[in-house]
Each structure stands twice: as C-alpha cells, then as structure tokens.
C-alpha cells in the first residue's frame, strides 16, 4: 500500500510558465514533507521542505504547499527553466518524540521544461 | 569531498555472488540511511543508523541484506547469494540527525545481477 502517491508520471511545460507537481498521502502521522529534485545517473537532491504546522513553504522560485485536510501538497515551480527539467520526488516522514524516521518516497514525476 | 561518497558506482555480478557496497557520509553527520530505487519505483528504505545506537532494520527486505557503520562513519551494505531482483540502484544518504534536517544523498551504487 503506497502511502505516498504522486499520480503523475510525467508533466511537460514551457519555459517561463508555471510547473505544479502533486502529491497525495494517507498517513495522518506524516508531519514533515520533502521535495528532491533528481537528475539521470545523480543521487536526489534535496530542494524544499514544509512541517505540518505550515501550509506554504517558500524558496525562490520553489514553493511547497500542503493542505493537510486533503493530505495533499503541491511545488510550484515559477517561472520554470529548462534546467528545471529533471525527476521530482515527493518524500515524508513521521517526526516521533526522540527519534527520526526514515523518508517514504512517492514514485517520482517526470518534468519536462520546453524552450 | 564535501558531499555523500558511494562506491562502486556501478557493479555487475553474477547471481548467487556476494557484494559489498560502501557509503562515506557527509563528515559530522550523524544520521546515515540506505535505500533502494528499482526501475520505475521511488526509492525504498532498507536501513537506517543514529549515532551509537541500534539500527532501524525494518526495511531490509530479506536476511541475505545487512549492513553495518565502522567508528560512527563509513557504513557497507553488504548482499549474499545476490539475485536478479536485487538489481537496483542503492543510495546512501546522511543527515546531522536533527529533526528537521534533510537528508543528503551520494550518487549511488547501480547494481546490476546477471
């Protein structure tokens, strides 16, 4: 059971427009929430982070959002460049009292920024 | 170097062989995860471990996977009697162990069983 969905396997965009990649949980207990970016033969890289006590998160160009009612966030990327293109992984995690819990990974959405 | 440092990059073997595959961590970091990505799958915890305490085992996948951290630093996920499924990239990643910290990945291990 996949609790970390990202249902878009790929997205594809023009340079300079928006890209908004989605992403959708279903453990309540998920309290902190990632984005990495990764490009072919690279390990991921992180890119943005937002906790459960915040619902917009931003960095640049990037910006995380995360609506914990419909246990779904988004990262926008504005304005996208063609630099942007790579794999965006969604990540979370459960934040316990005196421990670290490992990351559980969407399956990724390709993007693809267009000249 | 500065970053996360994983070798070999690439490892082709026959089934049924031994491998051992190495993760230097981001000097002071604490904190020090594997993971697997199979193709066309996010990426998959296999083990995780803090400073001097027990390691989270909780997502190797069979008893033929153990790994284990020298001295706080250096870890080697080690795989016997290999098999075709095992086939993947395995990526190591660390982090100060902070809870908010994000972790920082090497370029990983492409592991290819033949």
């Known amino acids: 059971d996949q609790q970390v969905k990202q249902n878009s396997p790929s997205l594809s965009v023009q340079e300079g427009r928006i890209s908004i990649l989605n992403c959708d949980y279903t453990n309540s207990m998920f309290d902190y929430f990632l984005w990495y970016k990764k490009y072919p033969a690279e390990g991921p890289t992180f890119l943005i982070s937002i906790s459960s006590i915040k619902d917009k998160n931003e960095d640049g160009r990037f910006t995380v959002f995360l609506n914990k009612s419909a246990k779904h966030l988004s990262l926008h990327i504005v304005p996208s460049q063609p630099g942007d293109s790579a794999v965006y992984f969604c990540a979370a995690r459960v934040i316990y009292g005196g421990s670290q819990g490992n990351l559980i990974f969407g399956k990724g959405t390709k993007l693809s920024v267009k000249p | 170097g500065a970053g996360v440092s994983q070798s070999p990059s690439n490892k082709v073997t026959e089934k049924g062989k031994d491998v051992e595959l190495r993760c230097d961590p981001i000097?002071?970091?604490?904190?020090l995860y594997w993971y697997r990505q199979s193709l066309g799958q996010g990426l998959e915890f296999l083990i995780y471990?803090?400073?001097?305490?027990?390691?989270?085992k909780s997502g190797l996948p069979s008893d033929r996977f153990s790994a284990e951290r020298t001295g706080g630093s250096v870890s080697t996920l080690t795989i016997q009697r290999t098999q075709q499924e095992d086939s993947a990239v395995y990526l190591c990643?660390?982090?100060?162990?902070?809870?908010?910290?994000?972790?920082?990945f090497g370029d990983g291990t492409r592991l290819s069983i033949l």
């Open positions: 990643a660390s982090s100060t162990g902070g809870f908010v910290e994000p972790q920082h």
């Open positions: 471990f803090q400073g001097n305490s027990a390691p989270d």
């Open positions: 000097s002071g970091h604490t904190a």
